[in-house]
C-alpha cells in the first residue's frame, strides 16, 4: 500500500518535521522490485533506519522503506561462521545476536544507528574496524534489469566510509542483504580509543565478543546522543585522512591533537578534534547545535530543520578550512 502525504519524523533520526508525497514499505526483494519497477520513472529513494540522512525539505516523490529481514547460517567450520542477513535488520541488534553466540568481527561496531543495509554503502566503522573486514558478499537489486546481483568484497570497492554503491551504482542498485563470516577463535581490535583503559579495569575477566561489545556501548553512550531523546544523524562529518606532510604541519603546532596512520603515506586526524579547536563545541545556532560531549555531531535542540543543519554545517566546514585548510566532509546524506 502506498500512503501520501507521509509524515517522515517516524523515519529519520534528525526528527525534522518533512513530509514525503509517497510513503511504502518493501518486506522483500520481490516487493521491493515490483515498487521500483512500477515507480521507475519517477523521484523515489529507498531508506533504512533513516539514521545518516538529512531532509533539508519535504520530498516529492516516494520513500521505500526496506524492511527485508533474515538472519541465517550458511556455513559453519569449527573456526569461522558465515551469516547471511537482510538488509531491513537492524545493525546494532544484529552485532548484539553475534556476540552473544560467541562470534568475533563486528563487536566494535555495536551501537551505530541504521539497518544492515546501510552498513557496505557507507563501509560503516569505528573503533579500528570497519564493516568491510568481514563482507563476503553483497546482494543487490538491480534496477536495469531487476534481476538479483552478487557483488564480491572487491568489486564493492570498498574505501574510507565509501564503496561502490555511493558512487557509480549509487541509485541503480539497492541491497538486499550481506554475507558475512565471523571467527570462533578470537582476535580482538582493542587498541583503538578508550578500549583498552576500559577492559583493564576489570583484568580479571575475560576478553569475549560480549564483554568488548558492551563496552563500545558504554563508551559510545557517553559521549554520543540517543537519537530516540535527541535528534541527530549520528556523525555528521567524515574523519580526514591527510598526507602525512599536512598532517605533520597540525602536529607541530597543535602536539596533542589525536591522530592515527593510514598506512604509511596519510593520517587520520578526527574531524570532531578539528570541529572543536574550531570553537564549534557544544555551541548553537538558532535550532541546531554541536553536541557538547562530541563536536561531531549535530543535533536537533527543538523544532530544527534540516536546511537549519545543512546550514550550520556549512559554516562549521568553512570556520574549520578557514583554520587548517581542511575541508571536511558531509557523511551523512543531504536529501
Partial sequence: MIETNKSLLPYHTFGAKVNAKYFTIAKSSDELSQIISENLTNQFMVIGGGSNVLFTKDYEGLIIKNEIKGFEVIDETDSTVTLKIGAGENWHDTVMKTVEHGWQGIENLALIPGTVGASPIQNIGAYGVEVKDVIQEVEVLDYSN????????????????????????????????????????????????????????????????????????DIRNAKLPDPKEIGNCGSFFKNPVLSNEIANRILEEYPNAPHYPVGELTTKIPAGWLIETTGWKGRSKGNVGTYPKQALVLVNNGGATGEEAWDLAMTIQKDVYNKFSIKIEPEVNIV
Fill in 146 to 217: 531487476f534481476t538479483i546481483k552478487t557483488y564480491s568484497t572487491s568489486q564493492c570497492q570498498f574505501g574510507y566510509r565509501n564503496s561502490i554503491f555511493k558512487n557509480e551504482l549509487k541509485g541503480k542498485v539497492s541491497v538486499l542483504s550481506i554475507t558475512i563470516k565471523l571467527n570462533k577463535d578470537w582476535s580482538f581490535n582493542t587498541s583503538y580509543g578508550a578500549i583498552n583503559d576500559e577492559l583493564s579495569k576489570n583484568p580479571e575477566l575475560d576478553i569475549t565478543p560480549l564483554r568488548v561489545a558492551n563496552v563500545i556501548i
